[in-house]
Nanobody
Framework: QVQLVESGGGLVQAGDSLRLSCAASGRTFSSYAMGWFRQAPGKEREFVAGISWGGTNTYYVDFVKGRFTISRDNAKNTLYLQMNSLKPEDTAIYYC????????????????????WGQGTQVTVSS
């Protein structure tokens, strides 16, 4: 059974930083690309960042480029999202997700590309 457990969320002020973690189990972590999504109240869940299985390739949505960094430690089965210069509009529940197939390339942006999700961690940015 695949399990993804996020942590690291919290309440911060605009301009602050947070680092989210996602601990994975139940699959050979190093064989699967991963992604971070977020969902704000009343909005659809949206792609934030993705990373290939080896960590070589990363992908970001435009509104986080230059502020967020996705990374992974395959020895620790852990995915990270470093978030700097946080803005109130970054307030959302953040979810990590694992792609359906090992060594999959292609799209990272669609929720349908992933088959398991964590429970989410709340990030709240005050102005």
């Amino acid at each position: 059974q695949v399990q993804l457990v996020e942590s690291g969320g919290g309440l911060v002020q605009a301009g602050d930083s947070l680092r989210l973690s996602c601990a994975a189990s139940g699959r050979t972590f190093s064989s699967y690309a991963m992604g971070w999504f977020r969902q704000a109240p009343g909005k659809e869940r949206e792609f934030v960042a993705g990373i290939s299985w080896g960590g070589t390739n990363t992908y970001y949505v435009d509104f986080v480029k230059g502020r967020f960094t996705i990374s992974r430690d395959n020895a620790k089965n852990t995915l990270y999202l470093q978030m700097n210069s946080l803005k109130p509009e970054d307030t959302a529940i953040y979810y990590c997700a694992i792609k359906r197939r090992a060594y999959a390339s292609g799209s990272y942006y669609s929720r349908g590309d992933y088959d398991y999700w964590g429970q989410g961690t709340q990030v709240t940015v005050s102005s």
